[in-house]
């Protein structure tokens, strides 16, 4: 597997344009619905960074620290993932070539791992606070209610979103590699975030307080990593076994790339070379 982290592949990228259709909505409504989950994703992480500056007693300290965590990250992750596949579904819905298929092939190859992340670290961030952080009791304020939900609960609703309504295919198992990596990163964060600003992001992290437990935090965490891979896997194989194997609905597709395919099948026929006559 480590072998294939730097190869991108020389078969055709994508040539149904699973990143940008569906089986169950025409690429217009799905450019829509992803464009409405950016916005509502950059609305509220730009909100929470503006009322933690106008309301905390530390001013925007709070809203600095925020990059700390791994809930904030890869909330904005989730915002430019949807901002980037509304773009190529937009370019698509409106040419019948998306975006995606003018990019080098490496990017190509990142956006496929970008969705890989957004399907799998939404569902950590949602059942580790749920399971671990969560103090039991329901917030005091409509903001601490709100913006925990959105950035807690919504998250792996969004993620939900990409795993049932695109056509996308099952992710490359090469990307086991990269979510754990990813995480690593972020642990070497938490500890730089401790030396530089003073705190631990998540208490688990802190071994004074922990102990051992960091350890078994810490693997616990890449553990149920690769589980949720494998889950997510499976559910967008099954997905497509059955929208497409059973139920036939082999996706909707851009009116502009339907034409340019007729187009194409017509001036084959016009070129073939015909069979001689027996006759």
């Not at 592949?9 to 799905?30: A, K, Q, Y």
């Not at 905390?56 to 965590?69: K, L, P």
């Not at 980037?84 to 092939?105: C, K």
């Not at 992340?117 to 005091?140: M, N």
């Amino acid at each position: 597997m480590a072998g294939q982290a730097f190869r991108f592949g020389t078969d055709p990228w994508d040539p149904t344009h699973r990143f940008e259709t569906s089986w169950l909505l025409s690429p217009w409504v799905l450019f829509i619905c992803r464009a409405l989950i950016s916005l509502y994703a950059f609305t509220t992480l730009l909100f929470v960074l503006a009322w933690q500056c106008a309301r905390a007693v530390t001013g925007c300290e709070a809203s600095r620290a925020s990059f700390s965590y791994f809930t904030s990250l890869t909330y904005w992750g989730l915002a430019f993932y949807f901002l980037a596949a509304a773009t190529h579904t937009f370019t698509y819905a409106r040419s019948g070539v998306p975006l995606l298929d003018r990019l080098p092939r490496p990017l190509q190859a990142l956006h496929a791992a970008f969705y890989t992340t957004i399907i799998v670290y939404p569902i950590i961030v949602t059942v580790v606070y749920w399971a671990r952080l969560y103090s039991g009791s329901w917030f005091d304020e409509i903001y601490a209610g709100w913006s925990n939900v959105s950035q807690h609960a919504l998250n792996s609703v969004f993620a939900f979103f990409e795993l049932v309504v695109p056509r996308t295919d099952v992710p490359q198992p090469v990307h086991m590699l990269w979510l754990i990596l990813l995480l690593a990163l972020y642990l070497a964060l938490a500890y730089v975030t401790k030396a530089d600003k003073g705190f631990y992001p998540y208490d688990f992290l802190n071994p004074k307080e922990q102990g051992s437990l960091v350890a078994a935090y810490v693997f616990g965490i890449a553990v149920g990593c690769l589980v949720v891979f494998g889950i997510v896997w499976g559910f967008i194989w099954l997905r497509k076994y059955v929208t497409e194997a059973k139920l036939g609905m082999t996706g909707k597709f851009s009116s502009k790339a339907r034409a340019a395919d007729e187009a194409g099948h017509a001036e084959m026929a016009m070129t073939k070379p015909r069979e001689p006559s027996l006759a």
